[in-house]
T-cell receptor, first 111, second 115 residues
Framework: EDQVTQSPEALRLQEGESSSLNCSYT??????LFWYRQDPGKGPEFLFT???AGEEKEKERLKATLTKKESFLHITAPKPEDSATYLC????????????FGKGNQVVVIP | NAGVMQNPRHLVRRRGQEARLRCSPM?????VYWYRQLPEEGLKFMVY????????ESGMPKERFSAEFPKEGPSILRIQQVVRGDSAAYFC?????????????FGPGTRLTVL
């Protein structure tokens, strides 16, 4: 069974204080690893897809990286509007496209 | 281009009633997925459908739950005889086609409360 573990569960940052979120995964043949952002009361909003170890993607203050066992979401100089829960999910090659999610990293950025 | 639409956004049912949740995928998307998010839990896969076909229902409870995606109209997730444990947020996602770029885009969810 595919498993995703995210750490830390919760993180409080001062505005401008860079940090990283971890997503460790176990999957039988990775097809893709996905990062989403979820605000309270809303649906997950797509951020990145990573397909192979060594791949990196960036969007504004966010950068996602991937190894064979884990992914990191780096937040550089965060702003209060970066406060959200960040969700990591994996998709297996033989899984009928379903996503297996972690419980999320809840990030609060304090002005 | 409208995103994934779900309705209702909030639904309150009493124990034993039926709940019907609707999902309209993004324009051009023919694959629909349903996920459930329980309090303090991560999103859990329930079912994957294409038009008029259930592809994978391995995450769906065997009893009381059913899903369809008819040729015309939205996808429906139906929960019969609801119980308090069914209270959760139900999210629908859609994707355009099955290939290495098949990102799933999520709707805003339906929050079901069972009294």
């Amino acid at each position: 069974e595919d498993q995703v573990t995210q750490s830390p569960e919760a993180l409080r940052l001062q505005e401008g204080e860079s940090s990283s979120l971890n997503c460790s995964y176990t999957v039988s043949g990775l097809r893709g690893l996905f990062w989403y952002r979820q605000d309270p009361g809303k649906g997950p909003e797509f951020l990145f897809t990573l397909y192979s170890a060594g791949e990196e993607k960036e969007k504004e203050r966010l950068k996602a990286t991937l190894t064979k066992k884990e992914s990191f979401l780096h937040i550089t100089a965060p702003k209060p509007e970066d406060s959200a829960t960040y969700l990591c999910a994996v998709q297996a090659r033989r899984g009928n496209n379903r996503l297996a999610f972690g419980k999320g990293n809840q990030v609060v950025v304090i002005p | 281009n409208a995103g994934v639409m779900q309705n209702p956004r909030h639904l309150v049912r009493r124990r034993g009633q039926e709940a019907r949740l609707r999902c309209s995928p993004m324009k051009g998307h023919s694959h629909v997925y349903w996920y459930r998010q329980l309090p303090e839990e991560g999103l859990k896969f329930m079912v994957y459908l294409q038009k008029e076909n259930i592809i994978d229902e391995s995450g769906m409870p065997k009893e009381r739950f059913s899903a369809e995606f008819p040729k015309e109209g939205p996808s429906i997730l139906r929960i019969q005889q609801v119980v308090r444990g069914d209270s959760a947020a139900y999210f629908c996602a859609s994707s355009p086609q099955v290939d290495h770029t098949d990102t799933q885009y999520f709707g805003p969810g339906t929050r079901l409360t069972v009294l």
